[in-house]
């Protein structure tokens, strides 16, 4: 049985698939994400700080990323 590799940080492919946003839509929602939680430029977004910003619930981001 093979284990599926989960990861806690989201990418803007990721919010392109969940929100069917262009990629650099996806890139400047992530800026504002970053922004509005007083992130450095170089930290990442946990998939979980991305749903309460968009309020989505984690159940239904889940299987959009790792699908």
Known sequence: ???QIKRICIYPKD?????????R???RMLQA???NLNKLENELVTIE???QYAGLKI???EPLIFG
């Open 49 to 51: 700080e991305f749903c």
């Open 1 to 3: 049985m093979k284990t």
């Open 59 to 61: 159940e239904q981001v």
């Open 33 to 35: 994400i970053r922004k």
């Open 25 to 27: 839509q996806s890139a």
């Open 15 to 23: 919010i392109e698939r969940i929100t069917g946003k262009s990629y």
